[in-house]
């Protein structure tokens, strides 16, 4: 009887042992995961800070920094691509184009940028949308998935495209026909595998002011 007694006893308390193990497991867990997104995320700017960045390849990874030139002082006014993130032009007509300023920015942006990217990044995991720990992960894969699908495709005719792709969005900015089917060219690019939005902005007037960002004028 003492022994049953005891066995009962014993129950609860291994029962609070192993839930207590499990949150042990969970909470080192969710600390290694924002831990590799922190340095996923700062590393490309610190790194950039003392370097020359090379331009990104069309399905550069956002979690390496540019390729190093020289080390140089940068300059806080300086438009880069801070944090490599994918950006390509898609189509190029012959008639000139506004460019897109796409993820450009200045230094000082980029690391006003950084808690704001981590934020926005692991809200995906969090909410168990996501089975990478940062939404940003999924955008070199995405780049060239855009790539190969519009390869020579001859809808684009007459077009200048440029693509932008950031935390699973992608951005399609530039000049376009008036007949052009945009609705066609956001279908399209929202069936490839893990877009979650897509926003497309096309001057269709070349005499109109471009509706999205476009690079600064060079002093």
Known sequence: MREIEAMREGRPRAHRQRSAWLSTITAAFAAAAFATVLAVFFAPVVAAAGTVAQPAAIGASTAAPANSASA????????????????????????????????????????????????????????????????????????????????????????SVWITVQRRFVYAEGCAPAAFDRATLEHRLAAI??????????????????????????R
Not at 104 to 130: F, I, N, Q, S
Not at 196 to 217: E, G, I, M, Q, S
């Open 72 to 159: 140089v002082t940068v300059d806080p006014g300086e438009i880069r691509n801070w944090y490599n993130d994918p950006f390509f032009a898609l189509s190029s007509a012959p008639d000139a184009c506004p460019q897109p300023l796409g993820p450009r920015m200045t230094k000082a942006e980029a690391d006003d940028d950084a808690h704001y990217r981590v934020e926005r990044g692991t809200t995906c995991w969090l909410a168990h949308k996501c089975t990478k720990p940062n939404s940003y992960l999924y955008d070199a894969d995405i780049a060239t998935a855009v790539h190969e699908k519009f390869k020579g495709d001859a809808s684009l005719a007459g077009t």
């Open 193 to 218: 595998p893990d877009v979650d939005k897509v926003f497309v902005h096309l001057r269709t007037d070349p005499h109109a002011r471009p509706p999205y960002k476009t690079l600064p004028p060079v």
